[in-house]
Protein backbone atom coordinates (compact mmCIF):
# COMPACT_ATOMS: atom_id res chain seq x y z
CA UNK A 1 0.00 0.00 0.00
CA UNK A 2 0.80 3.59 0.14
CA UNK A 3 3.84 4.44 2.61
CA UNK A 4 5.69 7.46 3.40
CA UNK A 5 9.02 7.53 4.73
CA UNK A 6 10.11 10.14 6.98
CA UNK A 7 14.43 10.64 8.38
CA UNK A 8 15.54 11.48 10.84
CA UNK A 9 12.97 10.55 13.79
CA UNK A 10 15.16 12.87 15.96
CA UNK A 11 17.23 16.04 14.73
CA UNK A 12 19.21 18.35 17.11
CA UNK A 13 20.93 21.42 15.73
CA UNK A 14 22.68 24.79 17.50
CA UNK A 15 20.22 27.82 17.29
CA UNK A 16 21.22 29.49 14.00
CA UNK A 17 22.10 26.56 11.92
CA UNK A 18 19.78 25.01 9.24
CA UNK A 19 17.67 22.10 9.33
CA UNK A 20 16.73 19.50 7.11
CA UNK A 21 14.32 16.71 6.96
CA UNK A 22 13.64 14.02 4.05
CA UNK A 23 10.85 12.15 3.22
CA UNK A 24 10.04 9.40 0.47
CA UNK A 25 6.77 8.44 -0.68
CA UNK A 26 5.77 5.28 -2.54
CA UNK A 27 2.59 6.59 -4.15
CA UNK A 28 2.96 7.92 -7.67
CA UNK A 29 -0.21 9.24 -8.07
CA UNK A 30 0.38 11.68 -5.00
CA UNK A 31 0.34 15.15 -5.57
CA UNK A 32 0.49 17.27 -2.69
CA UNK A 33 2.90 17.25 0.22
CA UNK A 34 2.18 19.15 2.78
CA UNK A 35 4.34 19.76 6.15
CA UNK A 36 2.99 20.17 9.62
CA UNK A 37 4.31 20.94 12.56
CA UNK A 38 3.05 19.79 16.11
CA UNK A 39 3.78 21.44 20.01
CA UNK A 40 3.38 19.47 22.92
CA UNK A 41 -0.15 18.70 23.27
CA UNK A 42 -1.40 20.53 20.37
CA UNK A 43 -2.96 19.65 16.73
CA UNK A 44 -0.75 19.36 13.80
CA UNK A 45 -0.64 22.87 12.07
CA UNK A 46 0.25 23.05 8.51
CA UNK A 47 3.00 25.31 7.78
CA UNK A 48 3.87 25.01 3.92
CA UNK A 49 2.81 22.33 1.06
CA UNK A 50 3.97 21.87 -2.17
CA UNK A 51 1.97 20.96 -5.37
CA UNK A 52 3.45 18.36 -8.04
CA UNK A 53 3.92 20.68 -10.41
CA UNK A 54 6.19 22.82 -8.79
CA UNK A 55 9.90 21.83 -7.54
CA UNK A 56 10.49 24.10 -4.68
CA UNK A 57 8.06 26.65 -2.09
CA UNK A 58 9.99 29.32 0.48
CA UNK A 59 7.96 30.84 2.72
CA UNK A 60 10.50 33.09 5.15
CA UNK A 61 12.91 30.39 6.70
CA UNK A 62 11.06 27.55 5.66
CA UNK A 63 11.01 25.88 1.85
CA UNK A 64 10.01 22.91 0.46
CA UNK A 65 11.68 20.83 -2.51
CA UNK A 66 10.33 18.11 -4.35
CA UNK A 67 11.68 15.96 -6.81
CA UNK A 68 8.57 13.72 -8.46
CA UNK A 69 11.43 11.60 -10.60
CA UNK A 70 13.09 10.40 -7.20
CA UNK A 71 9.68 10.61 -5.02
CA UNK A 72 11.81 12.99 -2.65
CA UNK A 73 10.79 15.89 -1.07
CA UNK A 74 12.02 17.87 1.83
CA UNK A 75 12.04 20.64 4.69
CA UNK A 76 14.52 23.13 5.02
CA UNK A 77 14.55 25.72 8.12
CA UNK A 78 17.05 28.14 8.07
CA UNK A 79 18.42 30.66 10.66
CA UNK A 80 16.32 27.67 13.41
CA UNK A 81 15.15 29.60 16.75
CA UNK A 82 14.25 27.50 19.92
CA UNK A 83 10.23 28.20 18.98
CA UNK A 84 10.91 26.06 15.85
CA UNK A 85 11.46 23.10 18.08
CA UNK A 86 8.53 20.86 17.71
CA UNK A 87 7.86 17.19 15.68
CA UNK A 88 7.31 17.99 12.15
CA UNK A 89 5.31 15.72 10.26
CA UNK A 90 5.24 14.94 6.01
CA UNK A 91 2.23 13.72 3.90
CA UNK A 92 1.40 12.63 0.44
CA UNK A 93 -2.27 12.93 -0.95
CA UNK A 94 -3.36 12.19 -4.43
CA UNK A 95 -6.19 11.35 -6.04
CA UNK A 96 -7.80 7.72 -6.12
CA UNK A 97 -11.36 6.89 -7.13
CA UNK A 98 -11.97 10.36 -6.54
CA UNK A 99 -11.53 10.44 -3.32
CA UNK A 100 -8.86 12.19 -1.31
CA UNK A 101 -6.54 10.23 1.50
CA UNK A 102 -3.61 11.76 3.19
CA UNK A 103 -0.67 9.36 3.99
CA UNK A 104 1.63 11.01 6.55
CA UNK A 105 5.22 10.00 7.65
CA UNK A 106 6.11 9.08 11.39
CA UNK A 107 7.74 12.36 12.21
CA UNK A 108 10.47 14.37 13.55
CA UNK A 109 11.65 15.76 16.76
CA UNK A 110 13.61 18.88 16.27
CA UNK A 111 15.35 20.38 18.96
CA UNK A 112 16.86 24.01 18.65
CA UNK A 113 19.67 24.20 21.21
CA UNK A 114 20.61 27.54 22.36
CA UNK B 1 -8.45 26.42 13.94
CA UNK B 2 -10.87 26.23 10.40
CA UNK B 3 -14.34 25.64 12.89
CA UNK B 4 -13.70 22.15 13.78
CA UNK B 5 -14.37 20.77 17.53
CA UNK B 6 -14.05 17.76 18.94
CA UNK B 7 -15.95 15.99 21.96
CA UNK B 8 -15.21 14.65 24.16
CA UNK B 9 -11.40 16.20 24.83
CA UNK B 10 -10.96 13.33 27.32
CA UNK B 11 -11.91 10.03 28.20
CA UNK B 12 -11.45 7.27 30.21
CA UNK B 13 -12.70 4.63 30.06
CA UNK B 14 -13.09 0.48 30.47
CA UNK B 15 -12.72 -2.44 28.24
CA UNK B 16 -15.53 -3.70 26.30
CA UNK B 17 -17.28 -0.37 26.93
CA UNK B 18 -18.81 1.65 23.46
CA UNK B 19 -16.82 5.02 23.03
CA UNK B 20 -18.42 7.56 20.49
CA UNK B 21 -16.13 10.25 19.84
CA UNK B 22 -18.14 13.18 17.46
CA UNK B 23 -16.22 15.76 15.13
CA UNK B 24 -18.22 18.95 14.39
CA UNK B 25 -17.43 21.64 11.67
CA UNK B 26 -19.05 24.59 11.00
CA UNK B 27 -18.05 25.36 7.19
CA UNK B 28 -19.41 22.88 5.17
CA UNK B 29 -16.46 21.05 4.31
CA UNK B 30 -17.05 17.88 2.12
CA UNK B 31 -14.32 15.89 3.27
CA UNK B 32 -13.50 14.91 6.94
CA UNK B 33 -10.91 12.97 8.30
CA UNK B 34 -10.31 10.47 11.30
CA UNK B 35 -6.85 9.81 12.48
CA UNK B 36 -5.08 8.22 15.40
CA UNK B 37 -1.83 9.16 16.78
CA UNK B 38 0.41 7.34 18.73
CA UNK B 39 4.30 7.65 19.79
CA UNK B 40 6.44 6.23 16.71
CA UNK B 41 3.59 5.97 14.21
CA UNK B 42 2.85 9.22 13.29
CA UNK B 43 -0.97 10.09 12.29
CA UNK B 44 -3.00 7.27 10.89
CA UNK B 45 -5.88 7.32 8.95
CA UNK B 46 -8.56 5.24 10.71
CA UNK B 47 -12.06 6.47 8.65
CA UNK B 48 -12.81 9.17 6.06
CA UNK B 49 -15.94 10.70 4.74
CA UNK B 50 -16.74 12.81 1.25
CA UNK B 51 -20.12 13.48 1.84
CA UNK B 52 -23.17 12.44 4.07
CA UNK B 53 -23.61 8.92 4.49
CA UNK B 54 -20.23 8.30 2.23
CA UNK B 55 -17.44 7.05 4.35
CA UNK B 56 -14.57 4.31 3.57
CA UNK B 57 -11.62 2.70 5.58
CA UNK B 58 -8.39 3.62 6.61
CA UNK B 59 -5.40 1.61 7.16
CA UNK B 60 -6.27 0.89 10.84
CA UNK B 61 -9.59 0.40 10.46
CA UNK B 62 -10.26 -2.52 12.79
CA UNK B 63 -12.70 -2.21 15.70
CA UNK B 64 -13.84 1.22 14.64
CA UNK B 65 -16.87 2.13 12.67
CA UNK B 66 -18.07 5.60 11.33
CA UNK B 67 -21.11 7.69 10.86
CA UNK B 68 -22.15 11.35 9.07
CA UNK B 69 -25.75 11.79 9.12
CA UNK B 70 -25.24 15.38 8.45
CA UNK B 71 -22.66 17.56 6.88
CA UNK B 72 -21.12 19.22 10.02
CA UNK B 73 -21.01 15.69 12.43
CA UNK B 74 -18.62 12.88 11.85
CA UNK B 75 -18.73 10.07 14.35
CA UNK B 76 -16.08 7.68 15.33
CA UNK B 77 -17.55 4.86 17.79
CA UNK B 78 -15.53 1.87 19.22
CA UNK B 79 -18.16 -0.48 19.68
CA UNK B 80 -15.97 -2.50 22.59
CA UNK B 81 -13.13 -0.51 23.40
CA UNK B 82 -9.59 -2.39 24.10
CA UNK B 83 -6.41 -1.17 25.43
CA UNK B 84 -4.75 -1.04 22.11
CA UNK B 85 -7.49 1.71 21.55
CA UNK B 86 -5.64 3.74 23.92
CA UNK B 87 -4.46 7.18 21.88
CA UNK B 88 -4.69 10.81 21.05
CA UNK B 89 -7.43 11.03 17.95
CA UNK B 90 -7.67 13.47 16.12
CA UNK B 91 -10.29 14.58 13.25
CA UNK B 92 -9.50 16.63 9.85
CA UNK B 93 -11.33 18.38 7.45
CA UNK B 94 -10.08 18.99 3.50
CA UNK B 95 -11.10 22.36 2.55
CA UNK B 96 -13.61 22.51 -0.05
CA UNK B 97 -11.44 23.64 -2.91
CA UNK B 98 -11.56 27.58 -4.48
CA UNK B 99 -10.74 28.64 -7.93
CA UNK B 100 -7.26 27.46 -7.29
CA UNK B 101 -7.75 24.26 -6.35
CA UNK B 102 -7.14 24.01 -2.28
CA UNK B 103 -5.95 21.02 -0.88
CA UNK B 104 -5.17 21.82 2.74
CA UNK B 105 -6.13 19.96 5.76
CA UNK B 106 -6.76 21.39 9.04
CA UNK B 107 -6.95 19.67 12.19
CA UNK B 108 -9.38 19.51 15.62
CA UNK B 109 -7.66 19.84 18.91
CA UNK B 110 -7.78 16.01 19.56
CA UNK B 111 -9.19 13.84 22.34
CA UNK B 112 -7.21 12.10 24.43
CA UNK B 113 -8.79 8.33 25.01
CA UNK B 114 -7.12 5.86 27.40
CA UNK B 115 -8.75 2.26 27.95
CA UNK B 116 -8.50 0.86 31.20
Known amino acids: GENVEQHPSTLSVQEGDSAVIKCTYSDSASNYFPWYKQELGKRPQLIID?????GEKKDQRIAVTLNKTAKHFSLHITETQPEDSAVYFC?????????????FGTGTRLKVLA | DAGITQSPRHKVTETGTPVTLRCHQTENHRYMYWYRQDPGHGLRLIHYSYGVKDTDKGEVSDGYSVSRSKTEDFLLTLESATSSQTSVYFC???????????????FGPGTRLTVT
Open chain 1, 91 to 103: AASGTTSGTYKYI
Open chain 1, 50 to 54: IRSNV
Open chain 2, 92 to 106: AIRETPGLAGSYEQY
